[in-house]
């Protein structure tokens, strides 16, 4: 499979928290990237990691990619409400043209 | 930067009856998408454009389902005649780069 699998597929915590996302994969990638949906919109592009990299920051998400084991996680510290979305991880294959999406992590933040 | 437009945001339709979406992607992005997401999944690619050439329509319904991105910016997606199984948010996305770039989507309920 080309694709993604996100785990866990639902997650709720307390507002302040952090909550960590898990990714893994099953082909050699280029990158793999990391988006959001919030319920009833588009997708928004959080953070892309390339093969090479290790570890990326942005703001308060934290991406870590280890390609000996295939797997990338999202970690988002001192979550807010409004980080209530789900969240899809995307490898991008090698070779490939496009992105393949899992069916995401389901994120509750608790006020 | 306006971002991606789709239209219109919902329809509803009855089964055997033909739809239309319609996007504009980010001004400059050659490559545009058609990812069809059925609720509780991730986005599945339905199309992708490079200017005006197709790169990718492999899961794409061609008995029922067309697209066409004519002069290489906005573009079309169609379904006649639509099934119940059509039922699902339509995504565009346009990119650059790497980085895909999201609508809001079209949700599409056939009866």
């Known amino acids: 499979s080309q694709q993604g699998e996100e785990d866990p597929q639902a997650l709720s915590i307390q507002e302040g928290e952090n909550a960590t996302m898990n990714c893994s994969y099953k082909?050699?990638?280029?990158?793999l990237q990391w988006y959001r949906q919030n319920s009833g919109r588009g997708l928004v592009h959080l953070i892309l990691?390339?093969?090479?990299?290790r570890e990326k920051h942005s703001g308060r998400l934290r991406v870590t990619l280890d390609t000996s084991k295939k797997s990338s996680s999202l970690l988002i510290t001192a979550s807010r409400a409004a980080d209530t979305a789900s969240y899809f991880c995307?490898?991008?294959?090698?070779?490939?043209?496009?992105?393949?999406f899992g069916t995401g992590t389901r994120l509750t933040v608790i006020p | 930067e306006a971002g991606v437009a789709q239209s219109p945001r919902y329809k509803i339709i009855e089964k055997r009856q033909s739809v239309a979406f319609w996007c504009n992607p980010i001004?400059?992005?050659?490559?545009l998408y058609w990812y069809q997401q059925i609720l509780g999944q991730g986005p599945k690619l339905l199309i992708q454009f490079q200017n005006n050439g197709v790169v990718d329509d492999s899961q794409l319904p061609k008995d029922r389902f067309s697209a066409e991105r004519l002069k290489g910016v906005d573009s079309t997606l169609k379904i006649q005649p639509a099934k119940l199984e059509d039922s699902a948010v339509y995504l565009c996305?346009?990119?650059?780069?790497?980085?895909?770039?999201f609508g809001p989507g079209t949700r599409l309920l056939v009866l």
């Open positions: 995307a490898p991008h294959q090698t070779g490939a043209n496009n992105l393949f």
């Open positions: 001004s400059g992005h050659a490559t």
């Open positions: 082909t050699s990638i280029n990158n």
């Open positions: 996305a346009s990119s650059l780069f790497e980085t895909q770039y």
């Open positions: 990691i390339r093969s090479n990299e």
